[in-house]
Structures are given as structure tokens and as C-alpha cells.
């Protein structure tokens, strides 16, 4: 079946700190991949996504590119700010498999100023 | 705002009993997903309809169950609920219901089970 590993958190980071969270990704079919962000009390929200191999997802300065051969959907920002402390998930959605979402566990990130 | 509605936000109540939780989705989407967000499970795919009929199941529990009525609005029924029953739930919504489309999550319900 389909599973998405992402690192555990809570990631701590000082404002303006470059950002990595990793992501993987196990598929039968060939899946569009996505990052959504919930911010706390709130529901989720797109963040990116890509549909390919070689697809860059980019939104708000974070950025992901789908790696196949690596199977691989790395977040990354160059400059986090106190605002973008929040749970990142990522996930995946399998054509094959309908529509519907896969979740990794989600990493808590924390900003601080 | 997603344009995905959940009633309600919050519900109380205790172990045995049975609720129903409310998704109205975005305008034009036929499509309406419901996922469980435990501490335990993480975000789980729960179940799918597409414009009244059940699509897809996923980790969907046989207490509960959910349909979709001809205005598309979706409800997710609990029933003989128990402690570990104690979660978020979201609905989404979009446009169809295979090949890739965008999902667009409600706020949630936070279910307590006391």
C-alpha cells in the first residue's frame, strides 16, 4: 500500500534559519505529492504540491521537488519567521488508488524570534 | 477560508452514546472526504462519496458511518462511541473524484468522548 515518512519533530529553529523537513514516499502507482500546513486551532491548507517527476512545488518562499528516484519530497525555506510555526504534513495522492490523501505524521515546527 | 463549512466545531459527550457530524463543501465540489486526526493514528482517511455515492473507504470503523445527500452537504455518524474515539475530524472537499484534484479542508469537529 501507500505510505509517507516524514522526520519527527518539533523542529526548533531561530528566525531566519534555512528549513529542511524530509519527506518519503511509498507508492504503487505514480502519485502527486503535497505539503499542507496546519496552524494551530485551524483545519489544513494546501501549502504545494507537484504532479510529476522533476515538478518544484513552490508557495510563501517554501519550496519541494519531486525526486522518483529518490521517491522524495523534501520541504524547504530559505528564512522561516515566527509565523510559520505550524504542523507540516505531507502527503500523497494515488491516481490508482482514487483521490484520496495519505499523511505522513507531521512535524511540529517551532520559530523563535 | 476554504469554503468548506463543519458543525459543529466542538463536541462533548460520553462513551455509548452516537453523533453526527455536519460537512457542507466548497460550491460546484461533488466530491467530500472525511479523515480522523488522532494522537494515536495520525491523519487517517476515513471514507469518500462522489455526488451521493460512496467512492472509497479507508480505516472506517463499522460503528460509524456517513452518506451525502442530494445537496452534496455529507454527515459522518458515530455511534457506540468509545474513549478512543476522541479525535478531529475534517471533512474536504473537491471538484471530482479521481485523477488529481485539489482538497480543500474544513476547520474540523474536535470530538471528546468522556
Not at chain 1, 78 to 103: E, H, K, P, R, W
Amino acid at each position: 500500500g501507500n505510505s509517507v515518512t516524514q522526520m519527527e519533530g518539533p523542529v526548533t529553529l531561530s528566525e531566519e534559519a534555512f528549513l529542511t523537513i524530509n519527506c518519503t514516499y511509498t507508492a504503487t502507482g505514480y502519485p502527486s505529492l503535497f505539503w499542507y500546513v496546519q496552524y494551530p486551532g485551524e483545519g489544513l491548507q494546501l501549502l504545494l504540491k507537484a504532479t510529476k517527476a522533476d515538478d518544484k512545488g513552490s508557495n510563501k518562499g517554501f519550496e519541494a521537488t519531486y525526486r522518483k528516484e529518490t521517491t522524495s519530497f523534501h520541504l524547504e525555506k530559505g528564512s522561516v519567521q515566527v509565523s510559520d510555526s505550524a504542523v507540516y504534513f505531507c502527503a500523497l495522492s494515488d491516481i490508482d488508488a482514487g483521490n484520496m490523501l495519505t499523511f505522513g505524521g507531521g512535524t511540529r515546527l517551532m520559530v523563535k524570534p | 477560508d476554504s469554503g468548506v463549512t463543519q458543525t459543529p466545531k466542538h463536541l462533548i459527550t460520553a462513551t455509548g452514546q452516537r453523533v453526527t457530524l455536519r460537512c457542507s463543501p466548497r460550491s460546484g465540489d461533488l466530491s467530500v472526504y472525511w479523515y480522523q486526526q488522532s494522537l494515536d493514528q495520525g491523519l487517517q482517511f476515513l471514507i469518500q462519496y462522489y455526488n451521493g455515492e460512496e467512492r472509497a473507504k479507508g480505516n472506517i470503523l463499522e460503528r460509524f458511518s456517513a452518506q451525502q445527500f442530494p445537496d452534496l452537504h455529507s454527515e459522518l455518524n458515530l455511534s457506540s462511541l468509545e474513549l478512543g474515539d476522541s479525535a478531529l475530524y475534517f471533512c474536504a472537499s473537491s471538484v471530482a473524484s479521481a485523477g488529481y484534484n485539489e482538497q480543500f479542508f474544513g476547520p474540523g469537529t474536535r470530538l471528546t468522548v468522556l
